[in-house]
């Protein structure tokens, strides 16, 4: 019987936030005025199965709360109470509540946060059909009086001896009951048998059970309908202060009588924040059980669906085939004209098996984006609200797939465009009538496939970047020269600049130091790169092209010396031999070349890395150019060897980080080829980020 | 070293792998030693100090090959037949790392008892030696005994000239001890 449960919490924890991210959904889509019943039971039915997983695993603080949430959402299901705004407000703020409670489970951590008691009572207080008019109740005291249905009772549960061996556990039926109200247990003496007659498998024990609840004493009774034949269970409505010494007394057979029946009330709610934190004090020790396997598998687990797992076996079986095949002709005495053709085939389905179990194995880390979408039309929501804008959110691609890291890692940016959006972009209804335009803005995310990378776009049709603004700062802060004029696109890019905010006031969510340099960097760290267009009173949209992959990467080999390194092809704009009249030397000994109407610096790269080389100047070698933030630097190289798509290993595993180097890969002879990191590189070789030489 | 298996707690004793650099026998426990592996080329590291040699492809995993001798600031030998790479599994900032030392030769493997190790004398230079475990007379040899997590651990080694001396005077030491 005794079975470790904390195995399954994981996936509990996955499921049980999966639930909440499709409550938040179905919330946002719900219609206030006319409720689409099936939008509602989705949400009941995600509710429940998180109240039933908890109530399993024992986590009392999530089942007794969300136990609130059911009872609210299902007396909606019926019909029974009409839906209203402020219904929807604490639902969504009790999914938040939540999800800090799994967060605080998974980490073993105590969950305290006072909005819950705050949220807890204005629940019940809306449950306990008084107007939900009085938002926020923020002192038990408040509710005292209101709650007047409540009533103690007494439950004495002496168990039935085989009532383990049937499957029932009493501690899931306590449970149940303390997710009605509040409870107390107190074991009762017992007389066990002799050693002898001990029986391990049987249960001695005989509780008395003290729960306030304003339930009638039915829906009591039917958590212990299953075990009634076999235990003995008597009800008592106890007097308001249940203590161990008072007074019981027994009451008449007939339920209904007692319901109606007010309790002392007010005594009964005074007393119930101290029963309250007896429970509290229960759950926290059983969370902490339970999270001791959490801990561990804390989001590095992923779920596939099984079709993908279907492909992988499909696959190791041809494999496995080819390898039979293979396998035979290898047996041959002697290899004729006929065995070598055969050899030949097995080998090309041996390369083509492999490149798709890469790609199959390469599938299963990825997630479609909606894992990133899914929050935003509840950020949209509430700072919409926030900021008094109407705001439409409109996604696109939400199918489209790309790997877990990235995907994880991209959140950030994509939540620092949307509220930039929000806040700067998007006018206020007002003024976007004033102008012509609907009341209402929009924002779109839309995300596809293009080329081996995957692109986001964030898009507002509202006001625009304010380029005279801009200019108007940057020369305040010397970025821009006085008397120098700038395209509208160098303008936009200013944008990117570190310390940049346009924001008239530090607001609320934006302009408070992280600005769209941390953007741009973080985009950068994922081998990707932004691009901004924007017309003033049209919109802006900013378009992020990312690899769809942080483990494999499409790389340039180049050569220098003996020394073989990889440059990611994303960040090579070209690679050109530069005639020495189009090379100009610095006083300070840096090279520049001139690239169109551009000067470029050139980053020796023997001389960084203190390497032998081949070429030493600029004109025996190739000049590769780089982009690094939007500024383009140019590697001196020997030679460019071939493209390939190359996996990344780290050298931080078992050495340290090398400046300039991101990491390292295997060559297909098995020797090891360097990463360059252009980033790092720029750095390293000293070029400041003010090298725009606009000719 | 908190592997350690049941017989060596028992028998109180602990299996040494030792080997010879510059005529000088060291010895590190073979608890810690992965696998050893023949010299083969290494990729060079950009702007990386002189003993660490490059890094290899060991099976898919990326490891750094150190010169034991630069370390040591020991004249460098040219690799040879015997040159081994010694690959080890060293605990550092509280993460396990692999790294190959290569060393003249690898020699033997022998048990000592704790008992039977003796500290480093002191120098009195102040200098750290908690690299050195101890020393260990085996076969009337004298064995330096390597705190391997310690010695490639951190920055902790003295400067050349002065573990060079220091390698002399334990030399010396060995000399009385056999004698």
């Known amino acids: ?695 | 070293m908190a592997d350690i298996s049941i017989e060596q707690v028992k028998q109180g004793n602990q299996q040494y792998l030792s080997f010879i650099m510059a005529n000088e026998e060291y010895g590190v426990d073979i608890l810690s030693v992965q696998e050893i592996r023949g010299w083969e080329p290494t990729t060079v590291l950009p702007n990386a100090p002189d003993y660490v040699k490059g890094v290899i492809n060991l099976r898919g995993t990326i490891v750094p090959i150190i010169d034991l001798r630069q370390k040591f600031g020991i004249k460098t030998l040219e690799y040879g037949a015997t040159t081994v790479v010694i690959v080890v599994k060293v605990t550092m900032d509280e993460t396990q790392k692999v790294i190959g030392i290569v060393v003249d030769a690898v020699s033997d493997v022998f048990s000592i008892e704790e008992e039977e190790i003796r500290q480093a004398p002191d120098f009195g230079h102040g200098t750290d030696l908690r690299f050195i475990k101890g020393l260990a007379n085996v076969q009337d040899k004298m064995v330096i005994l390597l705190e391997i997590n310690r010695l490639l651990g951190s920055a902790i080694l003295p400067d050349p000239e002065t573990l060079n001396r220091i390698i002399g005077n334990l030399e010396q030491q060995a000399q009385v001890m056999t004698a």
């Open chain 1, 1 to 695: 019987m005794d079975i470790d449960l904390s195995q399954f919490s994981q996936v509990f924890f996955e499921e049980s936030i999966e639930g909440l991210a499709i409550m938040e959904s179905e919330l946002l889509k719900l219609d206030v005025a006319a409720p689409d019943p099936e939008t509602i039971n989705t949400i009941f039915r995600a509710a429940h199965s998180i109240k039933g997983g908890s109530a399993t695993f024992g986590f009392m603080q999530v089942a007794n709360y969300t136990h609130l949430l059911e009872t609210l959402l299902d007396e909606i299901r019926d019909g029974r109470r009409q839906m209203q705004p402020d219904h929807v407000d604490m639902l969504l703020l009790s999914v938040d509540l939540l999800r800090g409670m799994f967060e605080a489970l998974m980490s073993q951590a105590e969950f305290n946060d006072p909005k819950l008691s705050e949220l807890e009572l204005r629940l019940n207080h809306t449950l306990s059909n008084q107007p939900s008019q009085t938002q926020s109740v923020s002192s038990p005291q408040a509710l005292s009086g209101s709650d007047s249905k409540a009533l103690c009772w007494q439950i004495d549960f002496k168990a039935g001896a085989d009532i383990m061996r049937c499957g029932n556990d009493p501690m899931l039926m306590f449970a149940e009951l303390a997710s009605k109200g509040t409870l107390t247990t107190e074991l009762l003496p017992v007389s066990l048998p002799s050693w002898d007659d001990f029986d391990p498998e049987a249960c001695y024990l005989h509780w008395r059970l003290r729960l306030t609840t304003d339930e009638p004493l039915e829906k009591l009774k039917e958590v212990f309908e299953w075990v009634e034949d076999e235990c003995e269970i008597s009800y008592q409505q106890m007097e308001a202060v249940p203590s161990a010494d008072a007074p019981t007394e027994m009451l008449s057979p007939s339920p209904q009588a007692e319901i109606d029946a007010p309790a002392a009330a007010p005594e009964v709610i005074a007393l119930a924040p101290e029963v309250q934190t007896l429970s509290t004090d229960k759950a926290a020790a059983s969370q902490k059980q339970n999270a001791v396997a959490a801990k561990s598998g804390e989001s590095s687990s992923i779920r596939v669906s099984t079709e993908k797992i279907d492909m992988l076996i499909n696959m190791v079986g041809e494999l496995v085939i080819t390898q039979a095949m293979l396998g035979q002709i290898g047996q041959q005495d002697e290899i004729n004209q006929e065995s070598l053709l055969l050899l030949q085939q097995g080998l090309e389905q041996l390369a083509s098996h492999t490149r798709d179990l890469q790609e199959s194995v390469m599938q299963i880390r990825m997630l479609p984006i909606s894992f990133a979408f899914n929050r935003f039309p509840r950020l949209v929501r509430d700072i919409g609200q926030q900021l008094g804008k109407k705001v439409e959110l409109i996604l696109k691609g939400e199918d489209t797939e790309l790997d877990k890291t990235v995907l994880e890692k991209i959140v950030d940016p994509m939540v620092h465009l949307v509220r930039n959006s929000l806040d700067h972009g998007l006018e206020s209804p007002e003024l976007r009538l004033a102008q012509g335009k609907s009341e209402t803005g929009t924002i779109m995310l839309n995300a596809y496939h293009q080329g081996g990378c995957i692109i986001i776009e964030i898009v507002d049709d509202g006001a625009g970047l304010n380029t005279r603004k801009i200019l108007e700062k940057a020369r305040q802060k010397g970025i821009v020269g006085p008397d120098e004029e700038l395209s509208e696109e160098a303008i936009h890019q200013l944008i990117f600049k570190p310390g940049f905010s346009t924001a008239d006031a530090v607001s609320d969510l934006s302009g408070r130091g992280v600005g769209m340099d941390v953007v741009k960097r973080n985009i950068h760290e994922l081998n990707g790169s932004i691009e901004l267009k924007s017309e003033a009173g049209k919109g802006s949209r900013f378009t992020i092209r990312l690899p769809l992959t942080l483990a494999i990467l499409d790389g340039q080999l180049i050569r220098i010396g003996k020394h073989i390194y990889v440059v990611p092809l994303v960040s090579i704009y070209e690679s050109l031999q530069v005639p020495t009249n189009r090379i100009n030397r610095l006083s300070d000994g840096h090279e520049l070349i001139r690239l169109r109407d551009e000067y470029l610096p050139v980053i020796k790269m023997y001389r960084e890395f203190n390497h032998d080389a081949d070429a030493r100047e600029i004109k025996d070698g190739l000049v590769m150019v780089v982009d690094h933030n939007n500024e383009k630097t140019g590697l001196l190289v020997d030679e460019l060897l071939a493209q390939q798509q190359v996996v990344i290993k780290s050298l931080e595993e078992n050495y340290t980080r090398i400046p300039g180097i991101s990491g390292a890969t295997i060559l297909g002879d098995g020797t090891v080829a360097l990463i360059i990191d252009v980033a790092g590189l720029v750095k390293l070789a000293g070029i400041g980020s003010s090298n725009e030489h606009a000719a």
